[in-house]
């Protein structure tokens, strides 16, 4: 007896090596030459990378593609990531801030993922945000160029803080390629 697969079949852009999301000479991602020298660099190169993951998942899919919900009870889809990393962003901030903590992007708790629906405003107001929040965290830690300055009510320290959006943002790349596969069959690095 067969059975009935309502899922998608696994594909890739790539023709070189079938298993890349794209083919080296056509990703972003991919530089020639020795990488950078130092800590910091290689830190930022690393974030700029797994940035631009998250959006390479992302392309070319609608809003209701963006908002498709991975398996219930879970309500992550690849916009409440995109609003999510707003979200971390602006709490990284608060980390390294002695003074009053900034308001939660998105209200109420969860709201990132939870309010994150099929609609094109709010798919191009996520993408804004999180553009936004980038950029401010950037431009608030590049005044802090020694990563063993400690900073924030905490004491957190630069190089801290700069590993953990590395990995925040690497483990929900992860998360962003089983979200692709699911939404439309794409698979990749």
């Not at 998608?8 to 950078?36: F, H």
């Not at 990132?112 to 431009?139: G, K, P």
Request: net charge negative; aromatic share 6%; proline share 6%.
């Amino acid at each position: 007896m067969e059975h009935m697969n309502d899922q998608p079949a696994r594909w890739s852009q790539a023709t070189v090596y079938p298993d890349m999301w794209a083919d080296p000479d056509k990703d972003p991602r991919n530089s020639e030459g020795v990488g950078p020298d130092g800590e910091l660099p290689t830190l930022q190169g690393f974030l700029a990378d797994y940035r631009l993951t998250l959006r390479m998942k992302c392309e070319g899919l609608d809003p209701e593609q963006l908002a498709h919900r991975s398996v219930p009870p879970s309500t992550m889809s690849l916009l409440g990531l995109v609003r999510h990393l707003a979200t971390v962003e602006r709490d990284w901030r608060n980390w390294i801030s002695d003074g009053e903590p900034l308001p939660k992007l998105y209200g109420k708790r969860d709201a990132d993922f939870d309010e994150a629906v099929a609609d094109q405003a709010l798919v191009d107001a996520a993408y804004a945000d999180l553009a936004r929040e980038q950029a401010a965290t950037d431009a608030a830690l590049a005044e802090h160029p020694d990563l063993g300055e400690r900073l924030g009510k905490d004491g957190v320290s630069v190089r801290e803080l700069m590993v953990h959006r590395v990995e925040e943002y690497a483990r929900h790349c992860g998360h962003a390629d089983l979200l692709r596969e699911c939404v439309d069959g794409r698979v990749g690095q």
